[in-house]
């Protein structure tokens, strides 16, 4: 079975400290791909970032940066130097090819204090 | 604009009747999907289609139906049968041979 766990349900920090979001992923496939999603109040989900699974180098992409280890089976998201627009619900997910049908986590709620 | 429009925003509705949400795509995208979002959990899958005319259960489609008439068009209905209709539900879609799901902003449906 295929499961995205989010163990942080909310985390708050103050404007421009770094944030680390965890996420544990379980599949016994070995080509799959990774997301997160941004969910600010307004609703809509937003693209952030994808990884695919043979594909373990990480990247940083303006304040974001991803932390991908398939030992570990883990797929971890880091803000540095939060801003109050950073604010949001996020989601990690997991999908596969051929249907592409995302598996979501249960979301960490971050809220960036001025 | 290109994107995913999901209408309308906010409705509300009594218990008991059908409602059908909206979500159109001028993306020409391929596969269109639908997933509900309770207060406070992740996102589930109702239904998807990765073709017209073609569609499939996702992981909670009891109580929902679809069509797939045209590429650009993936109508959700809720019907009486779904027990539990009040939620926010969100229409996506992913271009052929990509392997990323862009997301609509988004439906409330209410149900008293």
């Known amino acids: 079975a295929q499961k995205v766990t989010q163990a942080q349900t909310e985390i708050s920090v103050v404007e421009k400290e770094d944030v680390t979001l965890d996420c544990v992923y379980e599949t016994r496939d070995t080509t799959y791909y990774l997301f997160w999603y941004k969910q600010p109040p307004s609703g809509e989900l937003v693209f952030l970032i994808r990884r695919n699974s043979f594909d373990e180098q990480n990247e940083i992409s303006g304040r974001y940066s991803w932390n991908f280890q398939k030992s570990t089976s883990s797929f971890n998201f880091t803000i540095t130097a939060s801003q109050v627009v950073d604010s949001a619900v996020y989601f990690c997910a997991l999908s596969f090819p051929n249907d592409y049908k995302l598996s979501f986590g249960a979301g960490t709620t971050v809220t960036v204090r001025a | 604009d290109g994107g995913i429009t999901q209408s309308p925003k906010y409705l509300f509705r009594k218990e008991g009747q059908n409602v059908t949400l909206s979500c159109e795509q001028n993306l020409n995208h391929d596969a269109m999907y639908w997933y509900r979002q309770d207060p406070g959990q992740g996102l589930r899958l109702i239904y998807y289609?990765?073709?017209?005319?073609?569609?499939q259960k996702g992981d909670i489609a009891e109580g929902y139906s679809v069509s797939r008439e045209k590429k650009e068009s993936f109508p959700l209905t809720v019907t009486s049968a779904q027990k539990n209709p009040t939620a926010f539900y969100l229409c996506?879609?992913?271009?052929?041979?990509?392997?990323?799901?862009?997301f609509g902003e988004g439906s409330w449906l209410t149900v008293v």
């Open positions: 289609s990765q073709i017209v005319n073609d569609f």
């Open positions: 996506a879609s992913r271009p052929r041979g990509g392997n990323t799901i862009y």
